[in-house]
């Protein structure tokens, strides 16, 4: 008993953050159950929400866009891109916005690039945090490991999370595992 006790325990913390005491207002409290729930309401259970992690079985966008897209989706989507830059060696095109880069071949999307400093990415709809723990539950196990991070493959896509010699998040891909 005490070993499930201190196994939920120890799941949560990365989950809740740190606690803060605040004196005349709600606290949140989070609670997991099995398998992969995470509840959180207030001390005066006025809210509560529930988010369930579930195991991802296929990749059709990240942060919105989806490899089918063309450029007037890109466009529509995410808006006007803050820069554009254009590589003269592969005429990749790179429309570059606040969270995503997005590479395009011509007017169609070629992979999508999550930046560095992201703390979460959206997968077909799903918000995930980039800790070690959700990514295992909602990715599973990589397909393949590569020197500069792992390789997830879902149908025909798949999502390269780069990783440092710290294993420290550097960046996220989704591409066409054709493209590979």
């Keep these: 008993m005490f070993s499930t006790f201190a196994l939920l325990l120890s799941m949560m913390s990365p989950l809740t953050g740190p606690t803060h005491t605040i004196p005349h207002q709600n606290v949140m409290v989070a609670s997991v159950q099995y398998p992969w729930t995470v ?21 059709n966008t990240l942060n919105d866009i989806a490899l089918s897209d063309q450029r007037s989706d890109v466009i529509r989507i995410k808006g006007e891109p803050n820069h554009i830059s254009t590589d003269s060696i592969t005429g990749y095109t790179e429309y570059h916005y606040n969270d995503t880069i997005v590479g395009m071949y011509e007017d169609h999307v070629y992979y999508v690039h999550v930046n560095t400093e992201a703390q979460q990415m959206k997968i077909n709809d799903e918000w995930i ?32 999370i780069y ?18």
């Design 129 to 160: 945090s980039l800790q070690p723990n959700v990514l295992r539950q909602t990715l599973g196990n990589p397909d393949y490991k590569a020197e500069d991070g792992d390789v997830y493959m879902k149908e025909s896509g798949a999502i390269k």
């Design 163 to 180: 990783k440092d010699a710290t294993q420290s998040i550097k960046g996220i891909d989704l591409f066409d595992d054709s493209n590979s």
């Design 39 to 59: 509840k959180a309401q207030t001390s005066s259970a006025i809210a509560s929400s529930e988010t369930e992690l579930k195991p991802i079985e296929y990749f």
